[in-house]
């Protein structure tokens, strides 16, 4: 059990809304705040426009675990080639981590992604985040060199999937 008392894993509803929805914008400023904590620095969830993440070439999701009101996960992805999305602001609450709440976001992010016509999705993590590293690995994605110019490579993992139909 966690300190919430949820069970793992738990049924999550997930909800698209848009980035600029009051939970999202909760939610991205505490991954920040965590960011910024773990390596000093961190890219500013607030400077990105809410249209970024807009259907058909972006998408944001929530999760709502059961018996919970407010959302205690989330994550995006934005189209940046044709056929390539890039997944963005995966954070899940501490009170919520290990129920599964982001292998769900991110595998419904690229359902949805896959689609509307993606086959290839990048994103980027740190390096000290081993949750996130992990995750990814389970869920197939590799390293790749950076796609973002000025990232640190001893802070910065680059990582790509190739999607497929579920």
Request: proline share 9%; glycine share 8%.
């Amino acid at each position: 059990m966690t300190p919430t008392g949820l069970a793992r894993p738990v049924a999550a509803a997930l909800s698209a809304v848009p980035y600029d929805h009051p939970e999202a914008r909760r939610l991205t400023a505490a991954l920040h705040a965590e960011q910024t904590a773990m390596y000093g620095f961190a890219d500013d969830p607030a400077a990105t426009e809410p249209e970024l993440f807009a259907p058909p070439h972006g998408l944001f999701l929530l999760a709502h675990p059961d018996g919970h009101d407010e959302a205690l996960a989330c994550g995006g992805w934005h189209l940046v080639a044709p056929a390539t999305i890039e997944i963005k602001r995966m954070y899940v609450a501490p009170e919520a981590r290990g129920l599964a709440l982001g292998s769900r976001i991110l595998r419904a992010l690229e359902r949805e992604a896959y689609e509307l016509g993606a086959r290839r999705a990048i994103l980027e993590t740190g390096s000290r985040n081993l949750a996130a590293l992990a995750l990814y690995e389970h869920l197939g994605y590799q390293p790749i060199p950076s796609y973002a110019p000025g990232r640190d490579p001893l802070v910065n993992r680059a990582m790509a999937k190739q999607l497929t139909a579920a």
